[in-house]
């Protein structure tokens, strides 16, 4: 499976961003997807995922400012970012689990003035 992430960069506090990623390859339909983050410093934590029936699970950090939702036919998953503080501020990392586990590459959210 591969994953192509792509939607970071740089907002200031308050504001938001999109992030997608698409994953393609030999997918199996059960599956779950979701973003990871890292902070410089920090270990990789979860930020919310999303299995391929509807669950979804958020990180008590994000709860209320970050939504996930996916496109089961495009074999995407978005994670919409509102209300963005500093902390946010880190390396967003896009992962499946299916019949294996796999990671995008990463893209950099800063949030700053």
């Known amino acids: 499976v591969q994953l192509q992430a792509s939607g970071g960069g740089l907002v200031q506090p308050g504001g938001s961003l999109r992030l997608s990623c698409a994953a393609s390859?030999?997918?199996?339909?059960?599956?779950?997807m979701g973003w990871y983050r890292q902070a410089p410093g920090k270990q990789r934590e979860l930020v919310a995922n999303m299995h391929s029936a509807g669950s979804t699970n958020y990180a008590d950090s994000v709860k209320g400012r970050f939504t996930i939702s996916r496109d089961n036919a495009k074999n995407t998953v978005y994670l919409q970012m509102n209300v963005l503080k500093p902390e946010d501020t880190a390396v967003y990392y896009c992962?499946?689990?299916?019949?294996?586990?796999?990671w995008g590459q990463g893209t950099l959210v800063t949030v700053s003035s």
């Open positions: 390859g030999n997918i199996f339909s059960v599956n779950v």
């Open positions: 992962n499946f689990i299916g019949r294996g586990t796999f």
